[in-house]
Every structure is written in C-alpha cells, then in structure tokens.
C-alpha cells in the first residue's frame, strides 16, 4: 500500500485521518493554506475521502482558542522558506526577490528569522562580484580539503 492509499484512488478508513494530517502537513505552502484547496487538489488526485473531510474542515469556524489543533504558515514563513529555497537551488534572483520582499512587507516578523538578512547581504554582494545567477564550479578548488 503506497503511502496516498490503496493506488486505487481509495484511502482505508482507518488510515485516513492518520493520512489526511500528513497530506496537511506536507501541502503546507504547496497549495496553499486553505482547507478547501486542498480539498480540490484530493478530489482531482482521486481521494475523495480525504477530500471529504477537508471540506468538512473548511466549512468549520475558525478556532480561536490558544490550543488551537489546526495551526497555519503565516506569509513571512512561506516567503521565508521561499527565500531559503531558491537560495539553496540556487536561484540567486528569486532568492535575492523574496528576501527583499519579505523586509518590505514583514519587517518585524522577517527580525525573527536570523538568516535572512544573511542571505540578501551574500546576494548583494554576488551582484557587486559578478557571481550573481552565474552556476557555482562543479567540483572544488585545489587543495580545498586541507583548507582549515
């Protein structure tokens, strides 16, 4: 059994709340925060289980109580991880675009994430270099094994 279902489109039911939360998890940002969404997005990968009881979610009031079970990625955390993302790829100037965006829409939540402005300063600084979307070499330099 593959990990979306039986690969028949059909989830058992007592897998299905456990299956459900790691469907939720994992799309966090992918397609969005919305329980409808990603009630759509199962009903078109043919899990109309899961589907269903998105939907249900959807339809319930929001909690507003501390514990609250169902937490959501606030925007400067998906435009955080955005930045990181295409960092890593790298893709220097979405990365160096959705750093800038995150310090101009969320400059007090962007304070918390403390690689952030390390990462515009590098891109900054590829520009000033040169080095700025250029492909980094494929392999190391000479002698980079005994650098200390």
Not at 85 to 94: F, G, L, N, Q, T
Not at 106 to 111: C, D, L, Q, T
Not at 118 to 136: A, C, E, M, S, Y
């Amino acid at each position: 059994m593959c990990a979306w279902g039986s690969g028949k489109g059909k989830v058992a039911e007592v897998d299905a709340d456990r299956t459900f939360e790691t469907v939720r998890k994992n799309a966090a940002g992918v397609v969005g925060t919305s329980d409808a969404v990603l009630a759509a997005w199962l009903h078109v990968l043919g899990e109309d289980a899961l589907a269903a009881r998105a939907l249900a979610l959807a339809r319930q009031p929001e909690k507003k109580a501390k514990g609250d079970e169902r937490p959501r990625w606030s925007p400067a955390w998906l435009i955080f991880a955005a930045t990181v993302h295409a960092y890593m790829v790298p893709r220097d100037d979405e990365a160096l675009n959705q750093g800038e965006r995150l310090l101009r829409l969320f400059p007090k939540e962007a304070k918390a994430y403390e690689q952030l402005q390390d990462i515009v300063n590098d891109l900054k600084g590829r520009k000033k270099k040169g080095t700025f979307g250029k492909t980094p070499a494929a392999k190391l330099p000479e002698g980079f094994e005994t650098w200390a």
